[in-house]
C-alpha cells in the first residue's frame, strides 16, 4: 500500500493522530518522508502534530524531518516551544535552527531572543541578536531597545545605534535617544539620518551641547540646498559659534562638493570665505573643475595645492617663489616652517608675512606655532646676538657667547607642572624668544638654531625626562694650553640661572660623566635628567675649571681674574647676614640685594629661587622652621600666571609671607595672602592636597651621639 | 796613711751609698690621682649642640635643574 491509501485511511478515519500514533499501521504503507510530510501537514492540528514529539518513532525520525515536521505547524509559538525542547531539536544543525527561528513571528523570535542558554548552545552571537532585532516590526524592535539592560548585554554599541537609525520615526530615535549614554559623535551619527528641517532645527537649538566639530559634522549632512540657504540665513549664529563655513564644506563627500561648485554663484558668503571654501576642495574635485569661465582670484585659489601630511594636513603648501599676493587672506592655511628656509628665502618669506600677517610660523618640533610678530622679534634678536659676536673668535668661545645671550634672554617657564602650563608655546621657537620663557626641548632648539647660523655641529639629545645638547667635533682648550677635538654636552637649559644671575656655568661643555653626577640629589637619589648611554657615550670632552674661565672672560662675561659676577652678590650677602639682624630685618635686606642687583627677579623665577635657595637665604644667622619659595596665582586673574613668593615660619617673628612684585617683594599678613592668591591644584596635590604652610615643619631631633643608642647595626637617621 | 785613708773611705762609701741623698719619691697616691683624672678627661667629649640648618624648599624641575642642581659659585 502507498500513500495514496494511507491518504484514503485518513480520509475516513475519526481519529487521524491515531493512525500516525501506531507505528505498525505507518509501517504497511509505502511512502516516503516528503509524502508523509504533506499528510502530516493536510491532516493534523497544531496540536496534534506537536503531540507527534512525544511518540518515540516521531523521536527517531532524522532531524531534517522532524525540522520539516515542525515547520508544517501555523502557532509559531509551538513552534518555538518545540525548537527550544532538547528533547525535539538538540540534534539539530545550528543553521537549521537559525533559519528556523528566521522564520517565526515576533512573538517567538522576542521568546528565543530571551532565551540565553538557547542562543548559547547555538552560538547565535551579537550578530545573530542584531539581525532579529532588525527583522521585528518598529513596535517590537522599540520594545526591546527600550530593555537598555538586554540590549547593552546582547548587542555592541554601533549594533544599537544602528538599529535606531533604521526606525522610521525621528519621534522614536529621540526616545532612544534619551534612554541610552551615547557619546556626542554617536548621538551626532544618528541625528545624520534626519530630515534637514529636523536637523536645522537641532543645530540652532543645539539641545545637546555639541561641540563645534560635532555641529558642524551634522551640518556637513545636510542637502546642498538647505546647506546653502542654511549659510546665507545663519552667518550670525555661525560667527558666534566660531564655525567657518569652509570647514563644513570641506567635509563634504566628492559628489556634494561638485554640486557646490556647480552651484557657487548661490553660495552667498565674502570672496575670501568662498576662496578658502575652494582651497580647502578635495584634490579629486579641483582638479575636475572647468575654470575656463571662472574669476582669476577662484582660479587661484583652486589651484592651490594643500598639504596631506598628517601632521600639515589642509595647510596650503606655498610656493615662495610664486606670486605671493593669491595668499592673501588665506592666512589660516599658511603654515612655513622657517628652520628649514634657506638663507636666500628668508626675504620671501619676511614678504609674506607682510601679505598673509596671520600666517603661522612653524618650527622642526612642529607642537605650536609662532605668529608673525614673533618670528620677527625673534629674528631681529638673533641677528644683534650673531652681531655681537667677535669673527675672530674660537667657535667654543662663539657657543659660550650664545648661551650666555640666550641666558639672559630666556627663564624657564614659570607655570610648568600647573594646570595652566601651555605644552606647545613653551616650545615654539620664536615665540620662546619673544616671551622670553620656554622648557628645555624649546630651549635646546633655539640654541641649536643659533648655533648652526655660526657652523657649530650640534645635536638635541634626550634623556626621555629632560633635553639638551651634545655639541660635536668641537675643539676646545686645556688646562696646559693644547687644543682637543671631540663631543662635548651644553646644557642650556640647566645654565640658565647661572647666565641670569652671572655664576660659574657648571653645564657648560661637560663630559658624559661629569654631567651625569649633576643628576645626583642630595639625599643620593639619580634624577636620570641626562641619561642617555647610547647618545652621549662620545662625549668624552670634559672642559677644565680654568679654561672655561678664560673663555667666558675672552667674551666680557668673567672678570679679567676669571671669577663670575654672582661672587659680588655673595659678598654682599654674607655681609649682610654677618650683621646677625633681627630675622625679619635680615630677609628683608637680602630681598633689597636681590632687587637691585637683578631687577627682573620677579619674571625669572625658576633662576630667582635657586638663588635664594642656594644664596640669600642659606646662611648661618638666618634661622627659619621652615622656609618655601614657590608660586601661587592671584585669584582674579582668569589666566592664573603665575608669581613668586616666599614663605618663612621664623623662630620668633612666626609665619611671614612675601609676594614678589615687580620691584620688590611685598609682605603680606597669613589672611591677606590667602584671600588673594592660591596655590596650583598640581602644586597641591604634590603635598596631599595642602598648601605648604598648611604641611606641619618637620621636626628635628637632636641626637647626642656620646650615648650608646644599644643598637648594633646603625640604621638610617641615626649619628655616628 | 794615705793607703789607709783611702780604705777607709772605701769602706764609708759602701755604706754611704745605702744612705747618700735620696730623692723624695713622689707620694704614689698622687701620682696615680693625677693618671686617673687625665685618663677621665681623655674621655670626655665636648658636646657642641648645633642647631641643624633647615632648607629652604623650591619645586623640583627636571627641565632646568631646580631643585636639583645645588652649586652656586663664582
Not at chain 1, 502507498?2 to 499501521?25: C, G, H, M, P, Q
Request: aromatic content about 10%.
Amino acid at each position: 500500500m502507498n500513500a495514496l491509501d494511507l491518504k484514503n485511511l485518513l480520509e475516513d478515519a475519526e481519529d487521524k493522530f491515531a493512525i500516525f500514533s501506531d507505528r505498525n499501521t505507518l509501517i504497511k504503507y509505502n511512502c516516503n518522508f516528503a509524502e508523509l510530510l504533506s499528510l502530516i501537514s493536510d491532516f493534523l492540528t497544531d496540536e496534534q502534530k506537536k503531540a507527534l514529539f512525544d511518540l518515540e518513532h516521531f523521536k527517531r525520525f532524522p532531524p531534517s524531518i522532524r525540522a520539516a515536521i515542525i515547520q508544517t505547524i501555523n502557532n509559531h509559538e509551538y513552534r518555538a516551544e518545540l525548537i527550544e525542547n532538547p528533547d525535539v531539536a538538540s540534534d539539530f544543525n545550528e543553521y537549521n535552527v537559525i533559519k528556523m527561528v528566521e522564520s517565526l513571528d515576533d512573538n517567538a523570535k522576542i521568546r528565543i531572543l530571551y532565551n540565553q542558554e538557547f542562543r548559547k548552545k547555538y552560538n547565535m552571537g551579537k550578530n545573530k541578536v542584531r539581525q532579529l532585532i532588525a527583522s521585528l516590526s518598529e513596535v517590537n524592535k522599540q520594545e526591546v531597545l527600550r530593555d537598555t539592560e538586554f540590549s547593552q548585554e546582547n548587542l555592541e554599541n554601533w549594533q544599537i545605534r544602528e538599529i535606531i537609525k533604521e526606525l522610521k520615526e525621528e519621534k522614536d530615535k529621540l526616545e532612544m535617544l534619551e534612554l541610552y549614554d551615547f557619546k556626542d559623535w554617536q548621538i551626532e551619527e544618528i541625528l545624520e539620518t534626519f530630515t534637514d528641517e529636523s536637523k536645522i532645527a537641532i543645530v540652532l537649538e543645539n539641545k545637546y551641547g555639541f561641540k563645534n566639530a560635532d555641529l558642524i559634522s551634522l551640518i556637513s549632512s545636510f542637502s546642498i540646498d538647505s546647506l546653502l540657504v542654511f549659510l546665507k540665513d545663519n552667518q550670525e549664529y555661525l560667527e558666534k559659534k566660531g564655525i567657518k563655513p569652509h570647514k563644513i564644506t570641506r567635509r563634504l563627500n566628492k559628489e556634494k562638493q561638485e554640486e557646490l561648485v556647480s552651484r557657487f554663484e548661490e553660495v552667498d558668503l565674502e570672496l575670501n570665505e568662498k576662496r578658502k571654501i575652494l582651497v580647502t576642495l578635495r584634490d579629486e574635485v579641483k582638479t575636475s573643475i572647468d575654470t575656463s569661465c571662472m574669476p582669476t582670484e577662484y582660479i587661484s585659489a583652486i589651484k592651490m595645492q594643500t598639504s596631506t601630511d598628517m601632521r600639515s594636513y589642509g595647510n596650503i603648501i606655498v610656493d615662495l617663489n610664486g606670486d605671493l599676493e593669491m595668499y592673501s587672506g588665506l592666512d589660516e592655511f599658511v603654515f612655513i616652517n622657517a628652520m628649514e628656509l634657506l638663507e636666500e628665502d628668508k626675504p620671501k618669506l619676511l614678504k609674506l608675512c607682510e601679505i598673509c600677517s596671520e600666517m603661522s610660523i612653524e618650527d622642526n618640533l612642529g607642537l605650536a606655532s609662532s605668529t608673525v610678530e614673533e618670528y620677527r622679534s625673534g629674528e631681529d634678536w638673533i641677528k644683534s646676538v650673531l652681531e655681537g659676536i667677535n669673527p675672530e673668535w674660537s667657535s667654543i668661545q662663539k657657543v659660550a657667547f650664545i648661551d650666555y645671550s640666550i641666558g639672559k634672554k630666556v627663564s624657564y617657564t614659570p607655570d610648568f607642572d600647573t594646570e595652566v602650563f601651555d605644552v606647545g608655546g613653551a616650545r615654539a621657537l620664536w615665540k620662546i624668544l619673544h616671551s622670553g620663557y620656554g622648557v628645555c626641548n624649546g630651549i635646546a632648539q633655539v640654541e641649536k638654531y643659533i648655533l648652526d647660523k655660526v657652523g657649530i655641529e650640534v645635536e638635541i639629545v634626550s634623556s626621555g625626562s629632560h633635553s639638551f645638547l651634545k655639541l660635536k667635533n668641537i675643539q676646545i682648550p686645556t688646562e696646559n694650553g693644547d687644543i682637543i677635538q671631540g663631543d662635548t654636552i651644553l646644557d642650556p637649559t640647566w645654565n640658565l640661572t647661572a647666565h641670569r644671575y652671572g655664576c660659574k656655568p657648571e653645564n657648560f661643555c661637560r663630559s658624559y660623566e661629569e654631567i651625569r653626577k649633576h643628576d645626583i640629589r642630595d639625599d643620593g637619589a639619580d634624577v636620570r635628567c641626562h641619561k642617555n648611554d647610547e647618545a652621549l657615550a662620545s662625549a668624552t670632552l670634559d672642559l677644565d675649571e680654568q679654561s672655561l674661565r678664560r673663555i667666558f672672560t675672552s667674551i666680557g662675561v668673567a672678570g679679567k681674574e676669571g671669577n663670575f659676577p654672582i661672587g659680588d652678590l655673595m659678598d654682599k650677602s654674607m655681609m649682610i647676614d654677618a650683621e646677625n639682624f633681627p630675622e625679619e630685618e635680615s630677609i628683608k635686606r637680602q630681598f633689597s640685594l636681590l632687587a637691585e642687583y637683578c631687577p627682573e627677579f620677579a619674571t625669572c623665577q625658576n633662576s630667582t629661587m635657586s638663588i635664594l635657595q642656594g644664596v640669600l637665604l642659606n646662611h648661618e644667622n638666618l634661622n627659619f622652621n621652615k622656609c618655601v619659595v614657590n608660586r601661587v596665582y592671584a585669584r582674579e586673574d582668569e589666566d592664573k600666571r603665575p608669581r613668586m613668593y616666599v614663605y618663612v615660619d621664623f623662630p620668633n617673628a612666626g609665619k611671614k609671607f612675601y609676594i614678589a612684585e615687580k620691584e620688590a617683594f611685598v609682605e603680606l599678613s597669613q589672611m591677606e595672602f590667602e584671600a588673594k592668591f592660591e596655590c596650583y591644584e598640581m602644586d597641591m596635590e604634590k603635598q596631599d592636597g595642602r598648601r605648604p604652610w598648611e604641611v606641619p615643619n618637620r621636626t628635628q631631633k637632636v641626637e647626642d651621639l656620646t650615648r650608646s643608642s644599644g643598637k648594633i647595626i646603625a640604621e638610617e637617621g641615626d649619628g655616628r | 796613711m794615705d793607703f789607709l785613708e783611702n780604705v777607709v773611705q772605701f769602706f764609708k762609701r759602701i755604706f754611704k751609698k745605702q744612705s747618700s741623698i735620696k730623692m723624695l719619691d713622689a707620694p704614689i697616691e698622687i701620682i696615680k690621682e693625677d693618671k686617673k683624672d687625665n685618663f677621665i678627661n681623655s674621655l670626655k667629649v665636648n658636646i657642641v649642640k648645633k642647631h641643624k640648618k633647615n632648607k629652604v624648599e623650591t619645586p623640583i624641575c627636571f627641565g632646568d635643574g631646580l631643585g636639583i642642581q645645588t652649586k652656586i659659585s663664582y
